[in-house]
C-alpha cells in the first residue's frame, strides 16, 4: 500500500520553462514533506521541505506547494535548467519531539529539461 | 570531504555468502539509517539507530543486522545472501529533518 504517490513516472520540459512534478500521500498523520533529487550512480540530495503548518515554501528557483486537504503536494521549479535532469522523490513523515520519523518515498518521477 | 560515505560501491558475490556493507557519517549527526532500493525503484527504510540504539526495525529479514561501533559509523551485515537482496543500498544520517545519504552500495546476488 504505496503511502506517497508519485502518478508520472517521467516529465520533460525545455529549458527557461516551468517544470511541475506532483506528488500525493493518503496518510493524514504526515506533517513533514520533502522533495529529494537523485542523479544515476549517487545517493538522493535533500532540495527542499515543507511542514504541514505551510502551504508554501521557496528557495531561489525551487519551490513546494502543499495542499492539506488534497493531501497533495507539488514541486516548481522556474527556470528549469539542463542541470535539473534527474529523478525527483517525494517523501513525508511524522515528526515526534522535533525530529524527523520515518521517511517514506515516492517512487520517483524523472525530469528531462531539454535544452 | 564526503559527508556520508560507504564502501564498496558495487559488491557481486553468490548466494549463500556473508558480507557488509560499511557506512560513516562526518557530520555529526544523531541518527543513521539504511535503505533498500529495489528494482522497482522504492526506497524503503531497513534501520535506523540513533545514538547507537535501534529505533526503527521495519519488516526486515533477521539476515540482515545492523551494526554500529560508534555514533559516526553504521555497518550493514548480510547473512546467507539470496538473490532477492539484489538491491541499492542507501546509508543515510540526519541531526533533526533533513536526512543526508551516501552515494548507495549496489550489491549483486548470483
Known amino acids: 500500500d504505496q503511502q506517497v504517490k508519485q502518478n508520472s513516472p517521467s516529465l520533460s520540459v525545455q529549458e527557461g520553462r516551468i517544470s511541475i512534478l506532483n506528488c500525493d500521500y493518503t496518510?493524514?498523520?504526515?506533517?513533514?514533506f520533502l522533495w529529494y533529487k537523485k542523479y544515476p550512480a549517487e545517493g538522493p540530495t535533500f532540495l527542499i521541505s515543507?511542514?504541514?503548518?505551510?502551504d508554501k515554501n521557496e528557495d531561489g528557483r525551487f519551490t513546494v506547494f502543499l495542499n492539506k486537504s488534497a493531501k497533495h503536494l507539488s514541486l516548481h521549479i522556474v527556470p528549469s535548467q539542463p542541470g535539473d535532469s534527474a529523478v525527483y522523490f517525494c517523501?513525508?513523515?511524522?515528526?515526534?519531539?522535533?525530529?524527523?520519523?520515518?521517511?517514506?518515498f515516492g517512487k520517483g518521477t524523472k525530469l528531462s529539461v531539454k535544452p | 570531504d564526503t559527508a556520508v560515505s560507504q564502501t564498496p560501491k558495487y559488491l557481486v558475490t553468490q548466494m549463500g555468502n556473508d558480507k557488509s556493507i560499511k557506512c560513516e557519517q562526518n557530520?555529526?549527526?544523531?541518527?543513521m539509517y539504511w535503505y533498500k532500493q529495489d528494482s522497482k525503484k522504492f526506497l524503503k527504510i531497513m534501520f535506523s539507530y540513533n545514538n547507537k540504539e535501534l529505533i526503527i526495525n521495519e519488516t526486515v529479514p533477521n539476515r540482515f543486522s545492523p551494526k554500529s561501533p560508534d555514533k559516526a559509523h553504521l555497518n550493514l551485515h548480510i547473512n546467507s545472501l539470496e538473490l532477492g537482496d539484489s538491491a541499492v543500498y542507501f546509508c543515510?544520517?540526519?541531526?533533526?529533518?533533513?536526512?543526508?545519504f551516501g552515494p548507495g552500495t549496489r550489491l549483486t546476488v548470483t
Open positions: 557530520l555529526g549527526h544523531d541518527t
Open positions: 496518510n493524514s498523520m504526515f506533517d513533514y
Open positions: 517523501a513525508a513523515s511524522i515528526r515526534t519531539g522535533g525530529s524527523q520519523g520515518n521517511l517514506i
Open positions: 543515510a544520517s540526519s541531526h533533526r529533518n533533513e536526512q543526508y
Open positions: 515543507i511542514s504541514s503548518i505551510k
